[in-house]
């Protein structure tokens, strides 16, 4: 219901913001650099899943 209030590009843009900040996250946080692009590259060419794989298994672990 709340969805229909919002519309549809409005979803759009904030899956892209947390595509963009897992980007963002990934680049900054990882250390090593094998690691590093490996999620990166993840995240790049899976935006959907490869963002919320990385926010479940680093993101939270980190901040956690």
Excluded: D, Q
Aim: hydrophobic share 60%.
């Amino acid at each position: 219901m709340h969805f229909a209030l919002i519309g549809g590009g409005a979803l759009e843009i904030l899956g892209l913001l947390f595509w963009l900040w897992m980007i963002y996250e990934c680049a900054t946080r990882e250390r090593n650099s094998t690691e590093k692009i490996l999620w990166l590259l993840l995240v790049i060419f899976a935006p959907v899943i490869g963002s919320l794989i990385y926010f479940l298994v680093r993101v939270v672990k980190i901040r956690g």
